[in-house]
């Protein structure tokens, strides 16, 4: 896909690798010193987010990689 990915870690699952992820700033969390959050959009679809779900409406259950590649068919990139 072009260029190296960042790797970056799930709040949801834990994991450390280069797949979409949903980026949630938190600049005005009570406790200001937070960490933006970073989940899979599979784990936090699964955690309830409309945004999350809607994006990965059509691509079949796919992550990682070959969600990558379904973005890159569809054109549309992870939000993050």
Same mark, same amino acid.
């Given at each position: 896909?072009? #260029?190296e990915?960042?790797q970056?870690?799930?709040d949801?699952c &834990?994991e450390v690798?280069?797949?979409? /992820?949903?980026?949630?700033? !938190?600049?005005?969390?009570p406790?200001?010193? /937070? &960490?933006p959050?970073q989940w899979?959009l599979?784990c936090h679809a +699964?955690?309830g987010?409309?945004s999350?779900a809607a /994006?990965l +409406?059509? #691509?079949?259950?796919?992550t990682? #990689?070959?969600?990558?590649?379904?973005?890159?068919?569809?054109r !549309?990139?992870?939000?993050?």
């Amino acid at each position: 896909m072009g #260029a190296e990915r960042p790797q970056r870690y799930c709040d949801g699952c &834990s994991e450390v690798d280069d797949h979409p /992820r949903h980026i949630i700033g !938190v600049a005005n969390h009570p406790s200001q010193d /937070r &960490s933006p959050e970073q989940w899979h959009l599979d784990c936090h679809a +699964a955690h309830g987010c409309d945004s999350c779900a809607a /994006r990965l +409406a059509g #691509a079949s259950g796919r992550t990682g #990689a070959e969600l990558m590649a379904h973005f890159a068919e569809q054109r !549309v990139g992870d939000h993050g």
